[in-house]
């Protein structure tokens, strides 16, 4: 063993002798009672020197401030400095001060906050006014363990903070992207070209208002028969909202779509105040739409409404599945299937809607007012107010309406919900609508919508869905008026609307089944339909398991035109992290069949190959997809005998920029809540929240995108994965954010090398057994042992650390100008006031 090694494990002996000695003496003790230690019997040649103050009284904490995290009955709360004073009628005690603004943190009730007392001239919480408040420090943990009985507390659920826990984040910009591009070459046309498109939102925020600002980019070149070139560019939509926490509500200024759960979406410039169910626990909050189809090849996927364009990928050929929408999404969206190829497939979503209950006693709302808006931001008439609202009346009952004035434009709903329990939940409404024309025609109608919704609480994964809604002939709601005030006539209103979704998953069986089905009939125009089925089962062969097969079809009729297609696949689990695929696909009874082989690299890394045949000829394909810390990669090409050659690239990412620092990454919802956290200026430190990890950048900081609004958010620090020269003494942090903020956490992270080094005064004495080693962080780095002996952490060139004992800095040691880059050996550290 070398000498290092061995002055090190002698180090670590001492240690252990002592605080089993501790633990022997003190054991019987109470809490803060004075303990006499007997250093006769401790194996140390100069029993005098010992800082036996840290070791005297348990659970005493010497006056000062310390960085300390707050267990509120077994929660964590975030990370602060707490400070311990002597209590005014104890002059050698110490108690946590807990000021007003930790107070607030804790959620105690409204009633009992006017009732409180307070120490130190009202700058600390006398815990005595709470009964049976308990308050405990524990500086090895640095854990400050708070007890409040659950009486005093506002409502709390698992994962869900009160309000008065909700953090509006610090000022900063951002700038979220989403770029898409893609090469094609179609031999049968002699045509090359190439395309792009992007997406985004730039945005300030500036304490609890988010301001924000969408674009959206597009162009295309081709040459062939002609040369063909469009660019486009538009910002979108501007507009700012802010949370409004004692009204569970949000309030929105500018453009915006309108937020209904009984009138139909449009875009209007104006303001809205709206209940925010993102606000209540998890449990009572609602879910976003999905959207699903078949992709023959690798294609680009978007979803759009009223011309914006709300979400944009690249998916590899097969099923898909987006379920990543923002909940805020509602009404009918348009979707485009755009194939390698050149072929599009085109159909419309009605997103559906929960029917619209509130829970006894509680009144839910929505307030707008405006004018619409065109997609140029130019205003129309005309200028409308809305109001809605549901009321829970009782136990299973709610009452609902709404109503929209306009100048020639007005329309009145009613109805009523019911909560059936076991059986799911029932709405009925109908709206009643009076429009007049510019030709001075009067249109008055009435629409009736019956929906139903059952959610299966034993698989969170098993919901169904089912509505139907009728219209007369004259009924118009607000988009059909402003269209029919565009083109000076009415058209294209609707008739019936059946929708049914049905999502049962059978574990015990390995079996699940989706159901999407949409029936649309017009007064003025055909039917549309949309059909979606996907059945899938997990199934053993003799030795080999998890066979998964998987059957999906669907049927788009839109504008007099079918559109059908199917998928029909098998794969086989080809060790941990491949999958070997058989898949056969048709479209308009065009056949397809292929093979590929799927690779999962890494938590970060995938691909898939595919090679096939058609009656067209021969085709290869590749889909590689990169989840990096700073944006989101994915790439693919593809190639069919005599048809095509083409190759595609989707970026996706951000930056945040704040006071505190920033950083570039991945984004979850564009424009959406993020939290900023620093490594103490450390950098290549693995972080990660509940996506895949990144690591801090060269300033020590990362962008966490993966966050949920009003929700208790955990990051941590991936220990395993840390450098050697790094010491996490502070790996998880927590917050709980309002919507659209920036938050920022500081982890608690000591980088340097390592060390053995012998303490030395200027008499020649060594510091008293058990004083602190800190650095100019306040951090702790090292304890002295016996003759000054201390193993050092975070060691850099040339900086001073401060020794204390007796709760004061008593000196400082200074450490060597230049460092080595391997661990040092055993220094000797004079210590100088």
């Not at 180090?11 to 633990?23: G, P, T």
């Not at 070997?580 to 890494?602: A, C, K, T």
Request: net charge negative.
């Amino acid at each position: 063993m070398t000498s290092k090694n061995n002055g090190r494990f002698n180090y670590y002996v001492k240690w252990i002798k002592f605080l089993f000695f501790v633990w022997l003496t003190g054991g019987q003790s109470v809490a803060a009672a004075e303990i006499h230690f007997n250093t006769d019997v401790m194996d140390l040649e100069d029993r005098e020197n010992i800082n036996i103050g840290l070791f005297s009284r348990q659970g005493f904490i010497f006056p000062g401030t310390y960085q300390m995290t707050i267990m509120l009955n077994r929660q964590d709360l975030p990370e602060q400095e707490i400070a311990f004073y002597p209590p005014d009628n104890n002059p050698n005690g110490s108690e946590a001060c807990l000021t007003p603004d930790d107070v607030a943190t804790l959620g105690i009730k409204t009633e009992l906050l006017g009732k409180l007392t307070w120490w130190r001239q009202g700058e600390c919480l006398d815990i005595a006014s709470i009964a049976g408040m308990e308050v405990h420090g524990d500086l090895g943990h640095a854990l400050l363990t708070v007890k409040i009985p659950e009486s005093w507390l506002e409502y709390l659920a698992p994962n869900w903070d009160p309000p008065s826990r909700w953090d509006e984040g610090i000022p900063g910009i951002l700038l979220d992207y989403n770029l898409n591009m893609q090469l094609l070459e179609q031999h049968q046309y002699h045509s090359k070209g190439y395309n792009y498109s992007g997406n985004g939102v730039t945005g300030a925020n500036l304490d609890a208002w988010r301001l924000r600002a969408e674009w959206q980019a597009s162009g295309a070149h081709s040459s062939g028969s002609g040369v063909s070139n469009q660019q486009t560019f538009d910002w979108s939509r501007y507009y700012g909202w802010r949370a409004i926490p004692r009204l569970r509500a949000r309030l929105t200024l500018g453009e915006d779509y309108l937020n209904s759960a009984i009138f139909d979406s449009f875009r209007f410039a104006g303001v809205s105040l709206n209940s925010d169910d993102s606000m209540l626990p998890p449990g009572l909050r609602g879910y976003a739409p999905e959207v699903n189809g078949i992709a023959r090849t690798n294609a680009k996927v978007v979803v759009s409404q009223q011309q914006r364009i709300l979400y944009e990928t690249q998916v590899p050929a097969g099923p898909f599945r987006l379920q990543d929408l923002s909940d805020a999404v509602a009404g009918k969206l348009d979707v485009r299937i755009e194939e390698q190829d050149g072929t599009v497939q085109h159909f419309q979503l009605d997103t559906a809607a929960i029917p619209y209950l509130t829970r006894p006693g509680m009144v839910r709302y929505k307030f707008a007012a405006g004018k619409p808006a065109a997609y140029s931001h130019q205003l129309a008439d005309p200028l409308f107010v809305t109001a809605e609202f549901s009321w829970g009346v009782a136990n299973g009952w709610s009452a609902y309406g709404g109503t929209m004035l306009g100048d020639d434009y007005h329309a009145l709903s009613a109805g009523v919900g019911r909560d059936l329990f076991i059986f799911g939940a029932l709405s009925l409404d109908t709206t009643f609508s009076r429009a007049v024309l510019p030709a001075d025609e009067t249109l008055s109608g009435n629409a009736w919508r019956l929906s139903y919704a059952k959610r299966f609480n034993e698989s969170a994964s098993q919901i169904t869905f089912a509505g139907y809604r009728f219209s007369d002939r004259d009924f118009m709601a607000m988009p059909d008026y402003l269209d029919a005030i565009a083109r000076g006539v009415a058209a294209d209103r609707s008739k019936q609307l059946y929708t049914v979704t049905f999502n049962q998953q059978f574990p015990r069986w390995g079996f699940g089944a989706y159901l999407n089905y949409s029936h649309q009939t017009w007064w003025d125009r055909s039917a549309s339909d949309r059909y979606d089925l996907t059945l899938s089962r997990y199934f053993d062969v003799g030795r080999w398991k998890n066979i998964s097969a998987s059957l999906a079809g669907y049927r788009n009729k839109f504008r007099d035109s079918n559109d059908d297609g199917g998928w029909l696949s098998f794969s086989l689990p080809w060790g941990t992290q491949s999958t070997v695929s058989y898949n056969l696909s048709s479209q308009n009874q065009r056949y397809e069949q292929s093979v590929s082989y799927f690779r999962h690299l890494s938590q970060h890394n995938k691909y898939q190959l595919n090679a096939g045949s058609a009656s067209q000829g021969g085709a290869v394909s590749g889909f590689y997809y990169h989840d990096g810390g700073s944006a989101q990669l994915s790439a693919n090409a593809g190639y069919q005998h005599g048809r095509y050659t083409s190759a595609g690239l989707s970026l996706q990412g951000g930056a945040t920029l704040t006071p505190q620092g920033g950083a570039l990454h991945r984004t979850s919802i564009a424009g959406g809540t993020r939290l900023l956290v620093d490594s103490d200026g450390v950098p290549g430190v693995p972080v990660r929240g509940y996506g895949s990890p990144t690591t801090t950048n060269v300033f020590g900081k990362a962008v966490i995108s993966e966050v949920n609004s009003y929700y208790r958010n955990n990051a941590r620090i991936d220990v395993e994965k840390l450098a050697d020269n790094a010491e996490a003494i502070r790996s998880v942090v927590q917050a709980t954010l309002t919507e659209g903020a920036i938050g920022y956490r500081k982890f608690n992270v000591i980088a340097g090398l390592k060390a053995m080094a012998n303490i030395r005064l200027e008499d020649g004495s060594y510091p008293p057994f058990g004083a602190l080693v800190r650095n100019d962080k306040k951090q702790q780095t090292g304890m002295v042992s016996e003759g000054g002996s201390v193993w050092l952490s975070g060691i850099r060139a040339g900086e001073k650390m401060s020794v204390e004992w007796g709760g004061d800095a008593q000196c400082y040691v200074e450490m060597p100008a230049s460092l080595p880059q391997q661990q040092l050996a055993e220094m000797l550290l004079p210590c100088r006031v």
